[in-house]
């Protein structure tokens, strides 16, 4: 039976495998964004929640049922920056899609021709948002019904946006 899941991955306990997430926590924080205004307005602030994160761990053993621990820890390893919902029971646990951040690996235990018996992999996710955005035929005309979902990390300022910022050479004063 599935405890959890996340992109694939399972925590379950069956009569081959049992694997648990252990001290899961998940936090919760206020952001705060000042913008102080240089032309004598009054300065301004938002206040909203940061994106929640998630912090869990789970200890494989090839007593309960994982064979490959190595390869377990390289299927983590590859995740690191994909996306998905975490089910606990039959639940959604936290926002609706969560970013892998990391991965620590500790407690490890081999035996003395080097296969791991044991280890404890520590995972941290962050609440992640998509961003949706419309995109430009070839004739430079937006489509209303193409959209492309892209990470918030991905985006980057456009050309023209560029080009409107560039400061001309003279603006530096340089003081003698």
Known sequence: MAMAYWNGMVWECSPS????????????????DTNADKEGNAPTEQVAL??????????????????NIREVIGQWKAMIGLSAPL??????????????????????SMRPDGMF???????KFKEFKQIVRETKSKKGTKSKNSTDIVSAVSIKASKADKTVRKRPRGYIKRES
């Open 17 to 32: 495998v049992i694997t648990y997430p252990e001290s899961l926590s998940t936090s919760y924080s206020m952001k705060t």
């Open 50 to 67: 940061s994106e929640e994160e998630i912090s869990l761990s789970t200890t494989y053993r090839i007593e309960t049922g994982t064979n």
């Open 87 to 108: 089910i606990i029971g039959s639940e959604l646990f936290g926002p609706d899609n969560v970013q892998l951040q990391s991965v620590s690996v500790g407690n490890i």
């Open 117 to 123: 018996t044991a280890a404890t992999l520590s995972f």
